[in-house]
């Protein structure tokens, strides 16, 4: 069953309501104020609201896009951010009070902090953003490093990325179980609900990142909602004050899992900041070591293989539950050990797994054959978009909000539909693309042979591996769609 939370409102005073305003509108820059007048890297700083709530003051700081990387922005700059901020200010204003569950809203008043204070937080920005300080490039460290890393601390905090795959969820679990046998306090971070196919490998490892959401009976969230704490059928049973903890301590060791952005955490990366180290284990060949510890190893068919090297070299042997997690990992990541990446290694570590415990018939029913409806009209809705390029060799399809929403389906549900293109004979590259729920748009690249997806997907900002690749963008999603099918003309 799914855990309910009720809908409750919320009462604040003095400074508390500051820092949940400040909350809210430092997520908002992230996603949803798009504003060109936002030319350099505007952060709030602070919010001072008045002890009835009547009215809350922001403050903001800036490094300016013209005047020099991490330099104090323009006077010209600063009075643009400001204006964008006004012209905002019913957005914010309704976010503020639906997050927050307030009846009155405070009027708003931005300024720009000029305070003795501002110097440490410029300092400090990059940080709570997610962003590495230095994109200069770190030493890899060994298998036998990273185990000796987990054994040495006490809390550990794993972040799957976005949009969960059978392989980031996967090794998260798996991790997670093993380091709870070790006697470690460890906890899998989600702010999205688990994809219902993968679901039964959560095994209450899961800690929702925020208490703002409301699932449905069904595991949806209704509009109000950014995620779902657990998943349908398999809900961690996360209490409200375990959750409200976990947010206000920082950790000894947090893990980016499956992926080398925190870009691909969205909504999680102040709480990958505050581990007191960071550790990043990956296997595609766009990630890089920019953090404490790196094991970026792009040989690995999936993420899950290392894990499973990780536990080796910690003395752990996998129990039923860490084996299956492992096994839903490399068996998606390799299209069911169809796809290129499938090797001689991910067979004998399948192979093991299996003799830990894992039943491959009931694994491969949850995942692959546990289709609604929905889906199948969402999928038909989308084929029928499709375009051709270079001859055939290339395959464009897109999907609208509407689309999703006339359907029936599930932002989940969308998983797959690019490798349903690519099985199209003469097909070598297939890209889906979508509008996301907060504006952006995404797409998913993925090529049969010889085309190496993950360099075209690095045009789009994005990357991933040689066959399979991703990206996301601010622009539109038909001049997005425009844009891919004149690189496939230009490089198929």
Not at 152 to 165: G, K, L, Q, S, Y
Not at 406 to 416: K, N, P, V
């Amino acid at each position: 069953m799914v855990q309910i939370m009720k809908h409750r409102k919320h009462h604040f005073r003095g400074g508390r309501i500051g820092e949940e305003i400040k909350r809210v509108i430092s997520d908002m820059l992230l996603r949803e104020l798009k504003d060109p007048r936002f030319t350099g890297l505007v952060s709030v700083s602070a919010v001072k609201a008045s002890d009835d709530g009547s009215f809350a003051t922001v403050y903001v700081t800036m490094l300016g896009a013209g005047s020099g990387a991490m330099a104090e922005a323009t006077d010209e700059e600063k009075e643009e951010a400001l204006a964008a901020f006004e012209n905002a200010k019913g957005l914010i204003r309704r976010e503020i009070g639906r997050r927050l569950g307030l009846r009155h809203t405070p009027d708003l008043r931005f300024r720009f902090d000029t305070s003795e204070e501002y110097g440490r937080h410029i300092e400090k920005i990059i940080e709570e953003l997610g962003i590495p300080k230095t994109l200069k490039e770190k030493p890899m460290n060994s298998i036998e490093e990273i185990a000796a890393t987990f054994e040495a601390v006490e809390t550990v905090r794993i972040f799957p990325h976005e949009n969960m795959d059978g392989d980031t969820f996967g090794s998260s679990v798996a991790l997670c179980l093993a380091l709870r046998e070790r006697g470690k306090d460890c906890s899998v971070v989600i702010n999205e609900k688990i994809p219902d196919n993968i679901a039964f490998i959560e095994y209450g490892c899961s800690e929702f990142a925020s208490d703002e959401t409301t699932p449905d009976v069904d595991g949806r969230c209704d509009e109000s909602d950014d995620g779902v704490l657990g998943a349908s059928g398999t809900a961690a049973a996360n209490t409200e004050a375990r959750t409200a903890e976990f947010l206000a301590v920082g950790c000894d060791l947090a893990v980016l899992m499956d992926v080398g952005e925190t870009a691909r955490i969205t909504g999680r990366e102040r709480l990958f900041a505050d581990g007191r180290k960071t550790i990043c284990i990956d296997h595609h060949v766009s990630s890089r070591p920019v953090y404490d510890y790196n094991r970026i190893d792009t040989s690995a068919s999936a993420t899950g293989e290392l894990i499973y090297d990780i536990l080796r070299a910690m003395g752990v042997t996998p129990d039923a539950r860490a084996a299956t997690a492992l096994y839903v990992g490399i068996l998606t990541d390799t299209g069911r050990f169809q796809y290129t990446n499938t090797t001689p290694r991910a067979l004998r570590i399948a192979a093991e797994l299996l003799d830990l415990g894992v039943k491959p018939n009931e694994v491969s029913t949850e995942i692959y054959q546990n289709v609604r409806l929905e889906k199948l009209m969402l999928e038909n809705a989308v084929m029928s978009t499709m375009e051709t390029v270079a001859d055939g060799k290339g395959a464009i399809v897109y999907m609208t909000r509407k689309m999703l929403g006339d359907s029936g389906a599930i932002e989940e549900e969308t998983e797959g539909i690019a490798e349903k293109l690519r099985g199209i004979r003469g097909v070598e590259v297939s890209v889906f693309v979508r509008e996301t729920e907060d504006g952006r748009t995404k797409g998913s690249m993925r090529s049969k042979h010889y085309y190496n997806i993950a360099e075209l997907a690095s045009r789009f900002g994005g990357g991933g591996h040689v066959r399979a690749a991703g990206f996301t963008s601010g622009k539109p999603l038909q001049d997005v769609v425009e844009e891919v099918k004149s690189a496939l003309w230009k490089t198929l």
